[in-house]
């Protein structure tokens, strides 16, 4: 199993940038694939990107976005691939939410199926 822990987030205007990270921490840390949600208040919470295992190892030839963030956010991880970090720029006000990021041996986008979770961090982008 992995611990998360996130730091990063904060408060924004639209338009600013900002880094949240992931630090992974366990056996085999990065055999595990990784994905960001987000969840606005009212709403359910969603899949912003993902950075899958290939082979052994995750591989940031194998990212992927949800539509509403394809151009601004941008996974990445850590040579030593013990950090994952999701850049976001030309932030929205409606990027707006509590983002996690999450991790699992399985490949999903759905956040149900994900085994483990970082704490949480918010982000608030105002106009």
């Known amino acids: 199993r992995v611990q998360l822990v996130q730091s990063g987030g904060g408060s924004v205007q639209a338009g600013g940038s900002l880094r949240l990270a992931c630090a992974l921490s366990?056996?085999?840390?990065?055999?595990?694939?990784m994905a960001w949600f987000r969840q606005a208040p009212g709403k359910e919470r969603e899949w912003v990107a993902g950075?899958?295992?290939?082979?052994?190892?995750?591989?940031?030839?194998?990212?992927y976005y949800a539509d509403s963030v394809k151009g601004r956010f941008t996974i990445s991880q850590d040579n030593s691939q013990d950090t994952v970090y999701l850049q976001m720029n030309s932030l929205k006000p409606e990027d707006t939410a509590m983002y996690y990021c999450?991790?699992?041996?399985?490949?999903?986008?759905?956040?149900?199926?994900?085994?483990?979770w970082g704490q949480g961090t918010q982000v608030t982008v105002s106009s």
């Open positions: 366990g056996d085999d840390a990065s055999r595990y694939h």
């Open positions: 999450a991790a699992d041996r399985f490949r999903y986008t759905d956040w149900r199926q994900f085994s483990y």
């Open positions: 950075i899958w295992v290939v082979g052994s190892w995750r591989s940031v030839g194998n990212t």
